[in-house]
C-alpha cells in the first residue's frame, strides 16, 4: 500500500509538473514572486495603475542618462520605494531592467515566448537598455568595481591650478568595501606627488551645491534678464514664458535636471569656500523649450 500511495504522489507531482510547463511555454504566469509593476489577479498578470509608472519611468531614465545610481537616488528623491517600503538600490533597477516581462515575453527554455501579460515597455526600449547595460559591464570590467558616468565629469576646474577636475573612486578598507567618490584635481590625480593645494571634493557634496545654484538661477532676476537679451523679449513677456519656474524645477528628477542644466552650464570652478558657475547663453532657448514643453 506504501508503494501505491508514493507512486501515486509521484505521479501527481508530475502532472502539476506538466501543467506548469504547459503553462509557462504558452507565456502565462505560474504564481511566485509577482514582477514590480504588476498586480496577480486570477492567475494571470495586470498593470498595477501606480507602480507600472516607476517601471516605465526606470527604463526611461535609465535610457537617457545611463547610470543606475542616478535612477535609485531619483527615486528616493521623489519618495518612491520599494513594495516593502525600502529604498531602491542600484542592484534592484538592474533587476528591473533586466526582467524581459516587462515587453511582454518571457523567456522559456532558452526560446523568447509571448507572455499573457501586458508589456510595459516597448522591444526597442529594452533593447537599448540592453545595449547601455552590456556596454556598462564592459566598462567595469575595464576600470574597476564602479564606472558610472557622472554628471559634471568635463566641466569642472580647479580654481587654484585651472587644470580638470576627475571623479575617482576608492572603496573604504573598514566599511564594508563601500565606494567613495569625489573629484579630484587631474594634476593631482596624474602625479605621485601633491602638485596642487586643491583637496579632493565630495562627489555627492559638490553636485548637491550644483543643483541647488542653479535652481536658485533659474528663479532669479539675472536669469531673467539673460533670457530676455538672448532671445530680444521684453520682461514682461519673459515672466509669462516662463511660468512657475518654481513648480518646473521641483517637479523634475534628478536626471532630469541634470539634462536641463547641461543646456546651460559651461564650466564650473571650485575654490576652497565655494563654487563658480559660469552659464552659457547658447542654451537658453533650448531651456525655455523645456519649460514649455512640461506645462
Known sequence: MAVFTALEREQSAERVRDRCHAVRRRGGYIGGCT?????ARDKHLVPDPERSAVVKRIFESYRRFGSLRTVAESLEEQGVTRRDGHPWTTGNVVRILKNRVYTGEIEFEGEIVKAENEPLVSKETWEDVQKLLRMRRSEIGRKGPVAEPHPLAGIVRCGRCGGAMVATMNRGRHNNGKVYW?????????????????RHVS???????????????????????????????PPTEVRRELGNVTEFWTGLFPAEKWRVMKLL???????????SIKIKTSGIADVMEEIRNAR
Open 265 to 275: 552650464l559651461d564650466s564650473i570652478t571650485v575654490l576652497p569656500d565655494e563654487i
Open 203 to 233: 562627489g555627492g557634496e559638490l553636485e548637491k551645491a550644483v543643483l541647488d545654484r542653479m535652481g536658485s538661477l533659474l528663479q532669479s532676476p539675472m536669469f531673467l534678464k539673460l533670457v530676455g537679451t538672448r532671445l530680444r523679449m
Open 182 to 198: 569625489y573629484y579630484r584635481c587631474s594634476k593631482n590625480a596624474k602625479s605621485p606627488k601633491q602638485t596642487c593645494p586643491t
Open 35 to 39: 514582477p514590480f509593476g504588476y498586480l
